[in-house]
């Protein structure tokens, strides 16, 4: 689609001011922390000291016996889950581990694993409290990276755990392992591919565990009520999937619970699992009261899930002439302390952005003692993407063509079959390689000593799933939309918007309110990149049934039959020149036929999916190895832009935690097992003093899924930055990073290495 | 409808537990006092201390410069309104009258009137702060009674006040008046009827102001955000109502007020005008921080919306055989210091149980210097009850005929015209009379000395109104419904069980919800009886859209076409024996096409109108002149009982409260005008010492405007009492009291000079 066939908007493209900017700049916004009750109690928690010990006992007496105290819970008391596996609307989960990760039972599998939860009269008795539960460790060794667990003498995390194989099956063998899962995908003749290929290259490659760094910490209140409802106040990215986590792990109905969202700060695929929500549930059952915690820092980044760090050995085969001929891979994710990382993601990610015609990608979910990892930002895929857009550049090297070329010949098109089996629909990979290519950026040489540029192209899937919204309209010509998206990125907005659009009115006159979970309609999470997509779509929906209401209406106050009467870009509009604007008829409605309210909801198909393509210049130190980041632009495929200033937000704060990954974000543990650097001085993230304003190239192909061609905007913008400055640091100082975080030492080490 | 034709419901007619019921009993439930938010102020109001003045000058100067005080507001802060008279979902409404009812501006009209408010950092110093603001005052002469007021010397309340007629014409008449309105209704030709009469009976009656007597004070706590966006939260019976008269007295969008309705300890019609709301709001803006207020008992009396005191002039002619040939009555209702009382509601309800070939009667809305009457359960009836219930005994009493024969004989029925225009459908006034005839207590004869029996009539119309509400179904097999009226008799089970009826699930799959303005479509005021009629009706519009919806998706999964699937009784049943629950399919939704959500809006028409006959028997002690409620029925046609208990409270609770206009309850004013039994200890309530078990009998005629037959219940058990016991008194000890309370010096006067 071109700009000249283009629909032509009245709302969408424009940028007005969030409907919930005001209560955020005021600080009038609650958060999960702001909760407080009548007769609520505080809570804290006992943490594991040992990254891999057995519970062989834990004596609460004297803690319950201190001032305050109002109730104690352990891992005992959660229902016993056995081995149910269960579909949490993120996929299936096993239970079991599920509740043991919420509170220990038999075993801790990471240093911070919650062990114990104190509920007393202030927050100081709890803290107190919980140090005085004794619990009786037997100590084992741990294991921290993925190789050292698959190799042969590892320490075994869960003495049961067999491989799942490709096929699905459990492996029946009777050797322990830590590896829970082994993927595999393959299209074509992987052999016959590579004896094609002019040029291969094969490396191997380590990305570090990071984690999400919200600015809030985690926090739940929850009062479980002398009726057996329970209330569940907690910051989230799904009140629902809240819920339901809490009703499987309590062996509740779900409908007992309620979930109600307070706002949000950041979450990027972290604030998925239900972490304390079971824990104060438990504690107010017990105490008759409500109960809230917040978790510290420490506890945030020792205990709630970063992103896997991960091992991929990645073979890459081209001709001369720079077409792809074949690839193969093996990626295996660190799960954490149970089975379960996105290694399925990035098996699907790998190669998504090139027409490969034989490929061959094996994934491996693998325990460590670390924290269960859970999703991030585009879960899986800017670790894959460091390997093979590096992997690219060299091949690029090899044969001597420019790295946009390279793209633009092999690039994902509609029609291309993904080695991992679905056909892309209509996708805009290529056209993010052209408008970096047009770019100023891009055209305007760099020059300097120790500089460097580069690019790499990234890929997101974009989900679907389910949305579900109402709406009332106002007399006053408003509608009040009723969601239940959490409002991550400014999706109250974007949703307010689409509304205004389908009716022809401002996107002041919709004021979004996010309901809680008796409140509105079913909604999976706000991740995925799927709410302006999918709950969009349930939103154009409601308001279509708006449309046709007052559609109907307008035919009963002009005596005409309805099929001459049409909605039109804010009337409605009949016979003999009849017509109502939008705020005329809802002026009326109280003494026509009554209110309008409508609903909309979805089971959202997935979406075209998300390309980006990074250009950065680095200039690299080479007595320190720091690399500094000079300039930085990138380009999307955002479909249609709804709200362009967050379309850029998005992209934004994409690349800057793909620099975080890329720089200097690991988590950092001694060998026993214990994290050396959870706090936000140690845990080094990019500030605005690390990176320079990040240009953004809006590229809009859209989604012909979408009344509007909405495409998720939201998690592929992190998925190119570590190749890309890798790409550029060779440009630099000729060095081949292959490791994350490139942080100074790394950097230093592989020049002097080069040097010598 | 007799029982064998009546539809056999499975969950209409049970009894189930109310939804809200574990946290009304364990104090769980908040109410209008218990909002405490973060920053929260204190508010107090400064009351006028005179009946009628002028106010001449307000210096809030001391005030403002008192410990804590954030914010003063007076009449002056609010916008001028002109003479806007704006709809109000109860009525075309003054608001020159409200605003400077919410705020005196130039005059205050009775003791307690509000004049100013203070915001302090807490209630002590807020108080202290009202009091130290001066009022320099003219005191001028109170009036305070309505025909005092309507005599040529009166003192005059508004100077520019005259008479609107009967035509809807405003008097021209240079002549200041206190009658603000003059009704009248005409039917056949009363004098020829007169003519036709063996017997005419006529008297006059008065009645006394009387208080709802709600537990719970008026509350309000406002915030007025940055973004000039206002949240109040409080109790009332109609959080839409709140949000339009607040809009209106403040001059903003209806759409940037938020309501959020708390749990409600009692209304009565006396919780629909928005006394602190607009308050609290101003105080808000002034201060920026969230203010509250909670009103003393003595400003509640002294201040909210009694129901009028009345003067009645009633006569009635009837034949020999007992049928009534004519009617002719003047009613004048105090409107209170502004014009608006219930006296429409009071002319078109005086001869609504009878057949009245020919009658005329006459409305009066007179100004006195009491407060601003309002709405009290069934408003205007039970005055008008009063008058006509006592001739028709006094006709039987001469005309020697049983007075349940004589209501049979001329009870209203389908196709009666009302003497004010309007025509029945189907009513149940003659099955009232009948079950109260055919009940153990009428035939049981009562014995003993000073005993009496009395029987008495009444009506109410029930209205239909606007209505909204949604509804999302759950995977567990329930349905959260969430709706906007607010609960004040048991409707969360009233409308769930009619959601349940509808859907053929259990009363406790359905779980309800009262939402926020922003979070649910329009709901006019929980009053009228309308609730469970009009919102049932939108309610079950939902449970059809759900049906609907389930039809189609079952089609869709079994690949047949949509005119062969059916939902019948908790299940969808399509061809070849296909057949899904409800449960089945919930838990399908969401893998199907996506959740189930659903809504409906109604604006219902009037009801059938609900008809009681109650009888009672009574002690009168001749030496004190107490009388003792011995035992007590009521009868009423409920059209269907979706809860028979819920009813029997309303018909208990009802029946009570006439009881305490009956023998107790009336404002005492000095001649000053001010109110010396402003206090629960010296304003008499009937407790529960007072009054026997109030027995219930539950007529059922379905109302066919509603899809189960939902008939309002709640207003209509109020009327008789009065009536009828003063007819018990009269057969007791041979007196007629035509002036209310019945109280022991009234009732001993009467007797005492009945014996002279």
Tied chains: 1, 2.
Excluded at 327 to 343: K, L
Excluded at 433 to 449: D, F, M, Q, S, W
Aim: charged fraction near 20%; include cysteine.
């Amino acid at each position: 689609m071109t700009a000249l066939d283009r629909p032509r908007y009245k709302v969408i493209g424009t940028r007005p001011v969030r409907h919930d900017g005001v209560d955020k700049v005021t600080g009038r916004a609650k958060y999960g922390g702001d909760v407080r009750l009548t007769g609520m109690l505080y809570g804290a928690m006992l943490r594991s000291p040992h990254a891999h010990a057995k519970i062989k006992r834990i004596d609460t007496g004297q803690a319950e016996a201190m001032p305050g105290v109002r109730a104690v819970v352990t891992g005992q008391d959660l229902p016993d889950q056995g081995d149910r596996i269960v579909e949490l609307g993120e996929g299936a989960t096993n239970m079991r581990y599920l509740s043991s990760n919420v509170l220990a039972r038999d075993k801790v599998f990471y240093t911070g694993h919650a062990v114990a939860a104190i509920a007393a009269d202030n927050i100081h008795q709890a803290e107190a409290a919980a140090k005085a539960i004794a619990v009786d460790y037997e100590v084992l060794s741990p294991v921290l990276d993925v190789r050292g667990a698959m190799a042969d003498d590892a320490p075994i995390l869960h003495d049961h755990l067999r491989t799942t194989s490709p096929t699905g099956e459990t492996e029946t063998s009777d050797t322990p392992t830590n590896v829970a899962t082994r993927l595999l995908h393959e299209k074509g003749d992987v052999e016959k591919g590579f004896a094609e290929a002019d040029v291969i290259v094969e490396h191997e490659f380590e990305t570090a565990t990071v984690h999400q760094g919200y600015i809030e910490p985690h926090a739940a209140t929850a009062h479980w009520n002398a009726d057996g409802k329970i209330t569940i106040w907690t910051s989230t990215q799904g009140a629902f999937t809240v819920r339901q986590q809490t009703a499987e792990l309590l062996h509740v109905p779900l409908s007992h619970i309620k979930v109600v969202p307070m706002e949000i700060g950041g979450g990027f695929g972290g604030k998925i699992p239900a972490y304390l929500p079971p824990v104060v549930a438990m504690l107010s059952k017990k105490s008759g009261r409500p109960v809230k915690i917040i978790m510290t820092r420490a506890a945030v980044f020792q205990a709630t899930g970063p992103t896997p760090g991960s091992w991929i050995r990645l073979k890459l085969g081209a001709t001369r002439d720079g077409r792809i001929t074949a690839g193969d891979a093996t990626i295996a994710f660190e799960a954490g302390g149970y089975p379960g990382s996105v290694i399925g993601a990035g098996v699907g990610c790998l190669f998504a952005c090139y027409e490969v015609p034989h490929g061959r990608v094996e994934g491996l979910d693998v325990c460590v003692n670390r924290p269960r990892t859970t999703a991030y930002r585009a879960p899986g895929s800017t670790q894959v993407a460091f390997a093979i857009e590096t992997v690219i550049d060299e091949i690029c090297e090899q044969i001597g063509m420019d790295g946009l070329e390279f793209r633009l010949g092999n690039a994902a098109q509609e029609g291309t079959r993904r080695v991992d089996g679905p056909v892309f629909g209509c996708i805009g990979m290529r056209e993010t390689v052209e408008a970096i290519r047009n770019c100023e950026h891009y055209r305007t040489p760099l020059e300097g000593k120790f500089r460097g540029r580069g690019i790499a192209s990234g890929y997101w899937f974009n989900a679907g799933m389910r949305s579900s919204v109402s709406a009332s309209v106002n007399t006053d010509g408003t509608v009040s939309l009723i969601e239940g998206s959490t409002d991550i990125g400014g999706s109250r907005t974007s949703l307010a918007m689409q509304l205004a659009e389908t009716l022809g009115i401002t996107a002041e006159a919709v004021m979004p309110t996010v309901a809680d979970t008796d409140g509105v309609g079913y909604n999976d999470v706000t991740g995925g990149s799927r709410v302006t997509f999918a709950t969009g779509m349930a939103v154009v929906e409601a308001g279509k049934d708006i449309q046709q209401q007052m559609v109907a209406r307008a035919a009963l106050i002009w005596d005409v039959e309805e099929r001459h009467v049409h909605y039109t870009d804010g009337s409605v509009e009949g016979p003999d020149g009849h017509r109502l604007s939008f705020e005329e008829l809802a002026a009326q409605q109280m003494t026509t036929g009554g209110p309008f309210v409508a609903r909309g909801a979805v089971n959202a198909p997935g979406q075209g999916g998300a390309f980006a393509t990074h250009v950065v210049d680095v200039e690299v130190d080479p007595e320190t190895g720091k690399v500094q980041i000079l300039r930085y632009t990138a380009a999307q495929d955002v479909g249609t832009a709804i709200h362009p200033s967050y379309v850029e937000g998005q992209m934004q704060g994409g690349a800057v935690q793909g620099i975080g990954w890329a720089l200097n974000e690991e988590y950092w543990y001694d060998e026993t097992g214990d994290l050396k650097n959870a706090t936000f001085l140690d845990y080094r993230m990019p500030t605005c003093y690390d990176v320079p304003n990040i240009e953004t190239i809006l590229v809009e192909v859209p989604d012909p899924a979408h009344p509007f061609g909405v495409r998720g905007v939201g998690e592929v913008p992190i998925c190119p930055p570590p190749a890309a400055i890798a790409n550029a640091i060779h440009q630099a100082v000729g060095v081949r990073m292959r490791q994350l975080p490139m942080s100074p030492p790394r950097v230093l080490d592989q020049v002097m290495h080069t040097q010598s």
